[in-house]
């Protein structure tokens, strides 16, 4: 999948393009930072010590400026014809940039900074928005682990490039024809992107957008899980810049090491994150996978906590620690592992949740919602560089630091997860299929996108619907047997999920009644519902006969009937195999289990014998 979509026009190109502009950036503000640095520059009489941290600020204030105007403006224009007009302002300000390393104009080059962060803001919300247009659903989760893949790369490259190129001895000719050259390559990169439609040409963009007003901020709350997983990314980059600007302290405080250990953590931190956009997307089987969020909150928490275990390892000698020298010692093999493990599972907590923002967002408004989101991002990146100041203004030490994180990342999981039980639902659901069974799927494709349809399933086990939760990419409301979704514990992630319960008309003439109502306003409002129709679990594991309620939902609400099978859970922990479930806890653990999607049946062709046998058919092939 993802060497395929590198390879397709509608990818590759944005690839390139982001990855091109991402190393600009970062050649050009470190190569600024070196210069400010170690000659001393000083402008408005800032000293160099606080110049950096000004420039920091000079780039990240577009961000709080204009985000909000650039999301209504990349909903309004077609997106490709956008990234191309910011990829031309790239050349020229970039041409301004080589002027001012030329000329060692320190605030030309302030004023430069200023304008890429401008640059960077517009194409910011355009690059994250095309992507839902241009791939498939199964191809969005691939294309987000390959552009925060490429990002960190590039931010690695370009940030050793800015430093090691202005040092050399035309350092500054070199870094005036490498950013030019850079935006150049960008520039053609950009004119290969396929077109993208306005998906709002009615969009009105006005000077009162270019300050983020209360619109802005009830367009990003509209929809929780959408403004919790904001929340979620926002503490990702907030996390990886107080690390970044940690690195030379701990290297020079914690490690006694030298510049070469800074770089080195620069890269394994870039690395990791790479691998780890790159193995969620494995791990998530080309879907948006929210079950692992909860495990990269979990990986990132315990090397955090191991990074601060180690605490100050050894006394600092007199001559610096290189990096090749520390990674010969057990000691900082292990940091160089908590690094590489941390930034690792930080991306399976950043792809699933940029996928997701992407996917729950109306088209019309994805462009404004993912501009937002820059600016949450820019406001929490910007405070955690200020806590992370007054903290080593009052006395605490890089090693508190990482404590004070970890126990952070506990608090916002804590938080998503008991706010958004979704992310939790997703969790279990993917621990039983890929980590209890082998779950395969077939014909997945046979269920509709979107609108509403009736999905009629077989009874196996009382985590059928956990399993069929992970196979299947929509959402799904379930039919439960009022006394299942009763028990304890498992009663909370059924009312979490909107499950509804049912009983039969001799049990409870009134909940059946009830149950009915709520499928049919389910199915109304565009859901897709499964339900049990045996109307029990199999003691046999053959099928029950299907109850008559299925043809009764269909002439409240006639929608498509889509059969659906499980098969390989008979015998399992779950199942009534030799008596009651929960005896025997390791049967079958590890085993192929599969859910077998069928061809769409019209309505009226639907009766329960034929809806038996549909599903019938697609487990007979199948081990029960």
Known sequence: MLTRLMGTIRFGPLFWTQFLGAFNDNFFKNALVILITFRSVHVLGIPPEQMVAFSAAVFMLPYFLFSAAAGRLADKVDKATLIRVTKVA??????????GFLLGDALLLLGVLFLMGLQSTVFGPVKYAILPGHLEEDELVAGNALIETGTYLAILLGTIAGGLLINLPSGDLVVAVGVVSTALGGLLAAQRIPA?????????????DLVPGPGLF???TAYR???????GITWFWTLGAVLLSLFPTYTKDVLGGDESVATLFLALFSVGIGLGSLLCHRLSRERVELGLVPVGAFGMTVFLLDLWWIGVPWEAEASALNAAALLQTVTGLRIAFDLVALSLF???LIVPLYS???????PQERAQIIAGNNIVNAIGITSGSLVLMGGFAVGFDAVDVLLGLAATNVVVAVVMYTQVAEYLLRFAAWIVSFGVYRLAVQGEERIPADGPCLIVCNHV??????VIMAAVRRQLRFVVYHKYAQMPLISFFFRQNRVIPIAGKSEDPALLEQAMSQIDEALQQGWAVLIFPEGGLTSDGDLLPFRKGIEHILQRTPVPVIPMALTGLWGSFFSRKDGSAFRRPFRRVWS???VTVGEAMEPSDVTAERAQEAVRALRQDKAA
């Open 356 to 362: 997701f923002v992407q996917w729950r967002s109306e």
């Open 90 to 99: 790239e050349v020229v300000v970039m041409g301004l940039g080589a002027a």
């Open 346 to 348: 930080g991306g399976f």
């Open 461 to 466: 086990t009382f985590i059928d619907w956990f």
């Open 592 to 594: 192929r289990i599969w």
């Open 196 to 208: 993208a439609p306005s998906v709002a040409p009615d969009q009105a963009v006005a000077l009162g």
């Open 218 to 220: 009830r367009l990003l």
């Open 225 to 231: 899980p959408i403004w919790l997983s904001i929340l």
